[in-house]
Structures are given as structure tokens and as C-alpha cells.
């Protein structure tokens, strides 16, 4: 519960640290946000990403697995 709290204190603390508007292009699309969305935004998109990607690898472990058994 405090790691969470603590958690929650340092987003909150990142997000009034970087208010500043940046432009964001991607596949040709433009537009202007806040640096610290901007970026939780590229957070977010890598954590799903990598997860993804372990959970194909897992399940192809798996699929292994039970063909050796």
C-alpha cells in the first residue's frame, strides 16, 4: 500500500514537472501535448508492447513443454 501511495506521489510530482507543450508527428499525424503525457503515452505503448511479446513467448514455452512430456 505505501509503494503504491509513494507511486502515485512521483507521478504526480513527474506530471507538474513537465507541463511544457512539445509537437508529437507520428504517421503523419502532428499535434501538440504536454511533455509528460508525451511520454507516459510512450511508457504505456512499451509496457503493452512488452507484454505482448512475453506472452507469446510464454505460451510458445509452453507449447513445448507439453510436447516433451
Known amino acids: 500500500m505505501v509503494a503504491v501511495v509513494l507511486l502515485a506521489v512521483v507521478l504526480i510530482v513527474f506530471l507538474l514537472s ?3 507543450q512539445v509537437e ?20 504505456v505503448a ?3 508492447i ?3 511479446l512475453a506472452a507469446t513467448h510464454l505460451t510458445r ?6 510436447r516433451r512430456q
Open 50 to 52: 512488452t507484454l505482448i
Open 18 to 20: 513537465n507541463t511544457a
Open 24 to 43: 508529437v508527428s507520428f504517421l503523419g499525424l502532428r499535434g501538440e501535448l504536454p511533455l509528460a503525457i508525451a511520454l507516459l503515452i510512450a511508457m
Open 61 to 66: 514455452l509452453r507449447h513445448r513443454v507439453r
Open 46 to 48: 512499451g509496457i503493452v
